[in-house]
């Protein structure tokens, strides 16, 4: 079981730019939340995916956007990237149901400059 | 919303001692409450968790309480080892895969 996979794992965008992260949850999950860990804080949630619908939302504005794929996986779009943008973006895969166990992959760190 | 609040910052113990480390939650409607390890350059990993009927849970060296009626939780990690050092970070979450509102962290130092 290869667990949560994100990539890329590294990126640096210029100020305005878009960009896509893609994640694919662990095997026999069907939820994907995706995260942003600013350095010295904890992840702050930024939406979350079920059944290819976008399912919550957390307080992040609509410059960032998402999508799941029938095979559950998942991309976080950003577009007109801020200074501000920069972080550890996390996706976390889960199991709708009995369990809310969440398992984090390791992470895109997305630099801005 | 959902606030966590998480203490201390930083906790610095010698090797073999025990470390506490407490959290504080604001809406009773999460009933989950699950806390994660964070090494550097790593997501975080899920160490234990413990659901609202449940007051005390316990694995090998790391238990948690919750106290309900408080709204705080508790991780406890005795006979710390060098390896233990890294962030910790509780949350609160509805349950049912709901989203999770997470604490600040916690960076855990254990000096051999």
């Known amino acids: 079981d290869a667990g949560v996979t994100q990539s890329p794992t590294h990126l640096i965008k210029t100020r305005g730019q878009q960009v896509t992260l893609r994640c694919s949850p662990k095997?026999?999950?069907?939820?994907v939340s995706w995260y942003q860990q600013a350095l010295g804080q904890g992840p702050q949630f930024i939406f979350q995916?079920?059944?290819?619908?976008?399912?919550q939302r957390g307080n992040f504005p609509d410059r960032f956007s998402g999508h799941q794929f029938p095979n559950y996986s998942s991309e976080l779009n950003v577009n007109a990237l801020l200074l501000g943008d920069s972080a550890l973006y996390l996706c976390?895969?889960?199991?709708?149901?009995?369990?809310?166990?969440?398992?984090f992959g390791q992470g895109t760190r997305l630099t801005v400059v | 919303g959902e606030n966590v609040e998480q203490h201390p910052s930083t906790l610095s113990v010698q090797e073999g001692d025990s470390a506490v480390i407490k959290c504080t939650y604001s809406?009773?409607?999460?009933?989950?409450f699950p806390w994660y390890k964070q090494e550097l350059g790593k997501g975080p990993q899920l160490i234990i968790d413990?659901?609202?009927?449940?007051g005390e849970k316990k694995d090998q060296r790391i238990a948690v309480t919750l106290n309900k009626t408080a709204k705080h939780f508790s991780l406890h990690i005795t006979e710390t080892q060098p390896e233990d050092s890294a962030v910790y970070f509780c949350?609160?979450?509805?349950?049912?895969?709901?989203?999770?509102?997470f604490g600040d962290g916690t960076t855990l130092t254990v000096k051999p």
């Open positions: 976390a895969s889960s199991l709708v149901g009995v369990n809310t166990e969440a398992f």
């Open positions: 095997s026999g999950h069907d939820t």
């Open positions: 995916y079920y059944e290819e619908e976008e399912r």
């Open positions: 809406d009773s409607a999460s009933n989950y």
């Open positions: 413990i659901r609202s009927n449940v």
């Open positions: 949350a609160a979450s509805p349950g049912k895969a709901g989203k999770s509102t």
